[in-house]
Each structure stands twice: as structure tokens, then as C-alpha cells.
């Protein structure tokens, strides 16, 4: 296990691993205590460029597939779940206009603690995920969600979390 995530800056306690990681790209990774990354389904891909900053809290799990990455910052915390094939990232590699060969500035994606992000979702630039979200499969998120909410759709719209009261 340690010599899959060789390239990690810290890597906690009681981190298990399953299936292929990678870990590139030169910048600060760092995995808390009890991080658990099936990628039995398909490889985890984790980068931080060489000024980026990736970190992911205690007790996170991350399903096959996914694909983390920060030209800046990136800070997942404690006991999220990231679905299989989910994306988070901090910056769309090239300007939408113009001049395509220019980078924009990476944007800080910020996802609380208990979040879940569904099979399939991207987290773009500038996104925070405030306790206990839940994003959708398939949902696309570019802005800040309230705690405690539900995040749907392309664009992701915000609803509440439907609770139902026993008699």
C-alpha cells in the first residue's frame, strides 16, 4: 500500500487501498487517518500540480474511477464519500474563449464534512459543499451548496432533502 501512494506527502493511519492509485503531479497530497481508495472498478486518480494542495480528511472514501485534481487547493473533509468515476477540480485547464492555450487561475473547491457526491458528478472550480450535502449522480456543481442540501442536475440546482417524520 505505501508504495502505491509513495508520491503522497502524508499519508494517515490506517489508510487502505485497493485496486491501482495514481498519485502525480508533483504538488502536496495528503490522505488522513482511515482514507479507504477502492479502486477494485477502476484506477483513482489523484494530482496536485506542483503548487497544488490536495487534501482529503479523515475517514473520506473514494470509489474506482474517480479523479481528484488541483492546480491550487482542494480540501475534502472528514467522512465523505466520493463516487465511482466523480470528478473534482479546481480549474479548467484553458479559457473557454480567447486565447485557448492560456491557463486560467485555479478557483478553490471546498467540500465539507459527511458530504456525498454521487456516481458520476464533477465538483468544478469554486464549488463549497458545506456538512452533509448530497450531489446527485451525474450532477454538475460550480457554487456554494448550503448544508445539508441536495444538488441535482446540469447545472445543479439546490433543493432540500426531503424528511419524513414517523408517527
Known sequence: ???KLWRCTRVGRGVKVYGQVWAHGG???ELGDGVVLDARRA????????V????IGPGTTVMGGA??????RVTIGARVTIGAYAKVLDTHFHSLTGDRTARP???????EDDVVLGERSIVLPGAHLEAKVQVAERAVVSRRVPAGMRATGNPA??????TYDSP
Open 105 to 111: 487561475a485555479a478557483t478553490a473547491v471546498v467540500i
Open 43 to 50: 484506477p483513482i486518480e489523484l494530482r496536485a500540480s506542483r
Open 1 to 3: 500500500m505505501r508504495l
Open 27 to 29: 504538488g502536496a497530497i
Open 157 to 162: 440546482k439546490v433543493e432540500k432533502i426531503a
Open 52 to 55: 497544488g494542495h490536495l487534501s
Open 67 to 72: 479523479s481528484l485534481e488541483s492546480e491550487g
